[in-house]
């Protein structure tokens, strides 16, 4: 069994309760969607600056990521974040992981572990960017991990939620899931606007 099974395994009781209850929470309202989607500029984890408008004409996908939160584990153990960026990367998409943790909390990351856990996990994210100031995190209204937004080519932000309807740290649930984030994806590769376009999405709470 891999350290990330045997993570999610140990944890599993515990997380899947606090889970819920973060799930279930009432978040506040964050950008507009179908609204330009607010510009940032971070560095990422090998000192590159990133500016979200620099992407225009591509698809842009923000994941918020807490390495050691439950609901992360869940979809990294079993190999669903990293098949779900591959699968953004093909179809020719951005997709950038934000790390919003500040230092000293759960999650935090120095620039040189962050590196390593992504070759570790073999992510296949564009970047890891590290706002560790909380700066992006906020101008999202980012409150879980993972937390996720899709930025479409006209640069307007149009999905805000989860990842899928499961509100579990459990990897099991994810093959009965619905993947909004895959489907949303899907049909912007397709030419065709995204009908869900606000979840709920569940997690830790982001550890600003």
Known sequence: MSLWKKIAVSIMAVSVVAGIAVASAKLPSGPALNEMAP??????????????????GKI?????????????????????????????????????????????KQGY??????????????????????????????????????????????????YDGGIDDK??????DIATSRPYVKENLGLLFAGKAVTEQKTTPYGCGVKY
């Not at 510009?39 to 225009?56: C, I, M, P, Q, T």
């Not at 390495?67 to 869940?74: G, I, Q, S, T």
């Not at 990294?76 to 951005?94: C, H, I």
């Not at 509100?167 to 099991?172: E, F, G, L, T």
Request: hydrophobic share 35%; with cysteine; proline share 3%.
């Open 39 to 56: 510009d940032f500029e971070a560095v990422d984890s090998n000192g590159v600056k990133h500016k979200l408008s620099d992407y225009r």
């Open 60 to 104: 842009v996908v923000l994941e918020w990521k807490n390495h050691e939160c439950p609901f992360v584990v869940k979809h990294y153990s079993e190999g669903n974040m990293q098949s779900l960026q591959k699968y953004a990367r093909d179809n020719g998409a951005v997709w950038l992981s934000v790390v919003s943790s500040a230092p000293g």
């Open 109 to 158: 990351l120095s620039n040189e572990d962050a590196n390593a856990l992504m070759k570790k996990e073999k992510s296949n994210a564009n970047a890891v960017l590290q706002d560790v100031t909380g700066k992006v995190g906020r101008l999202y209204a980012a409150k879980v991990t993972p937390h996720m937004f899709i930025i479409d080519k006209e640069g307007k932000l149009v």
């Open 167 to 172: 509100r579990s740290a459990n990897p099991k």
